[in-house]
């Protein structure tokens, strides 16, 4: 059982930056690709950028050049860095986890707010 635990969302201007954080306990935290997601409202929840323990990480084209992922296996916690925003990117952001053997493992975190608007 893996517990995650969201935080740093809010409201932004157009161009602005906000950083993420998703902080994971319960288990191995270097045994899961750490994911985010985000669902827009009427939208289906999409994948932004995940990271697997090895640091080799995937991004949506939508988000390329403007978010970076990192993990701290250390600390048990996934960042996602959030800049040039648009309004485009407002959603709730979850943090996912997916044991990188057992797929069928996966947690999600309750997710946060991000409202890109002027």
């Known amino acids: 059982q893996v517990q995650l635990v969201e935080s740093g969302g809010g409201l932004v201007q157009p161009g602005g930056s906000l950083r993420l954080s998703c902080a994971a306990s319960?288990?191995?935290?270097?045994?899961?690709?750490m994911g985010w997601y985000r669902q827009a409202p009427g939208k289906q929840r999409e994948l932004v950028a995940s990271?697997?323990?090895?640091?080799?990480?995937h991004y949506a084209d939508s988000v390329k050049g403007r978010f970076t992922i990192s993990r701290d296996n250390a600390k048990n916690t996934v960042y996602l860095q959030m800049n040039s925003l648009k309004p485009e990117d407002t959603a709730v952001y979850y943090c996912?986890?997916?044991?990188?053997?057992?797929?069928?493992?996966?947690?999600w975190g309750q997710g946060t707010q991000v409202t890109v608007s002027s």
């Open positions: 996912n986890a997916e044991h990188s053997l057992v797929h069928t493992l996966r947690y």
């Open positions: 319960g288990s191995i935290f270097r045994l899961y690709v």
């Open positions: 990271i697997a323990n090895d640091g080799s990480s």
